[in-house]
């Protein structure tokens, strides 16, 4: 697998080259935002064939979020961004962005090498469904994906939970249940993908559109709010510190 490490202390890019190279990446290291677009860019957008990039944030040249930005206008490569920017705000941004995953160091060189080969399988998974048929996926309304239980034709089901992702309504065990607009745009983001955990910040980012910190409460709120509507408690699951993911086989 190629690698791209965006990186301008030599020292940390070295040691950390070392490890992946054990771990079986071929690594090709740039100190700067400009050298990292043109390796990715030049010749056309899969020429270098890098499976993942991991983007810095303070680099010599320009800001890490600006590279970000060039990178997904021009290639669907997935980014990581790896940084001590640790904050909330930054994160979110980044998500915004188009970057896949965001990194604080110090970081577990386990988690880092997990996520590296998540984002790089969930890239594979996502050209694979492309590839099969088009008008399948514009059939599914809404963009139904075929990881969820029996979606068929812009609906979802999940044990005795119906999401028609086209009208926007949700019944369970028959009976139809009122949703406010943001509880249904959070149902079904969970939904499209059970057993995937979903990041607190990508959820903000995803459902409300927004890098306002505050939002975490209100996130808190909604999950409880669907929760008590559904009357499935263990449907949608809290990952300690991380964020939601909908049960993988329903509840």
């Known amino acids: 697998m190629r690698l791209l490490l965006v990186e301008d202390d030599d020292r940390v890019a070295a040691a950390l080259s070392a490890v992946l190279a054990r771990h079986g990446f071929d690594v090709t290291h740039v100190r700067s935002g400009a050298e990292a677009l043109q390796e990715l860019l030049a010749g056309g957008q899969d020429a270098p064939g890098f499976a993942v990039v991991l983007l810095d944030l303070g680099l010599p040249d320009q800001d890490g979020f600006e590279v970000c930005g060039k990178i997904r206008r021009t290639s669907s490569t997935p980014v990581i961004m790896v940084t001590a920017r640790a904050d909330v705000r930054s994160r979110i941004h980044g998500l915004n962005l188009g970057a896949d995953d965001y990194v604080v160091k110090p970081y577990d060189m386990g988690e880092l090498l997990a996520r590296i080969h998540a984002v790089s399988r969930r890239r594979a998974g996502e050209d694979g469904a492309g590839a099969e048929s088009g008008a399948r996926d514009t059939a599914s309304a809404g963009g139904a994906t075929r990881g969820a239980g029996g979606a068929e034709h812009g609906t979802l089901r999940l044990g005795g939970v119906v999401i028609e992702l086209?009208?926007?309504?949700?019944?369970?065990?028959?009976?139809?249940?009122?949703?406010?607009?943001?509880?249904?745009?959070?149902?079904?983001?969970?939904?499209?993908?059970?057993?995937?955990?979903?990041?607190?910040?990508?959820?903000?980012?995803?459902?409300?559109?927004?890098?306002?910190?505050?939002?975490?409460?209100?996130?808190?709120?909604?999950?409880?709010?669907?929760?008590?509507?559904?009357?499935?408690?263990?449907?949608?699951?809290?990952?300690?510190?991380?964020?939601?993911?909908?049960?993988?086989?329903?509840?």
């Open 166 to 251: 086209p009208t926007r309504q949700v019944s369970v065990d028959g009976t139809r249940i009122s949703l406010t607009r943001k509880e249904f745009d959070l149902l079904a983001l969970l939904a499209q993908r059970p057993g995937v955990v979903f990041r607190r910040e990508q959820i903000i980012s995803e459902v409300w559109r927004t890098s306002w910190e505050g939002t975490g409460r209100t996130l808190e709120v909604h999950v409880a709010s669907l929760r008590a509507k559904l009357q499935r408690p263990a449907l949608i699951e809290t990952v300690r510190g991380v964020g939601y993911r909908m049960a993988a086989r329903g509840a």
